[in-house]
Nanobody, 118 residues
């Protein structure tokens, strides 16, 4: 069983930046693609970004050029650097770990709140 623990959320003014972190337990982190999703109040959960096991990155159009996903396999950690934040980025952000050849389960963190407001 893998546990994902997000941190780094908070209140930030429009135009500001935050960096989210997600630490994963377990031994097979480096074999998994990792992702970030978010859910705003009253809206469906949406995909934000993914980083594959070899470091390839993919972004939703709404965050491309503003957000950067990265990973540190030595620390079992995935990051989401968020720049030029706007109120539409307000949401609970969730970290996910995709299935891999050693663990066929998908895992989700408990989420961290990001609020962009003046």
């Amino acid at each position: 069983q893998v546990q994902l623990v997000e941190s780094g959320g908070g209140l930030v003014q429009p135009g500001g930046s935050l960096r989210l972190s997600c630490v994963a337990s377990g031994s097979f982190f480096s074999f998994s693609a990792m992702g970030w999703y978010r859910q705003a109040p009253g809206k469906q959960r949406e995909w934000v970004a993914t980083i594959t096991r070899d470091g390839s990155t993919y972004y939703a159009d709404s965050v491309k050029s503003r957000f950067t996903i990265s990973r540190d396999n030595a620390k079992n950690t995935v990051y989401l650097q968020m720049n030029t934040l706007n109120p539409e980025d307000t949401a609970v952000y969730y970290c996910t770990q995709s299935p891999n050849i050693y663990d066929r389960s998908e895992y989700w963190g408990q989420g961290t709140q990001v609020t962009v407001s003046s």
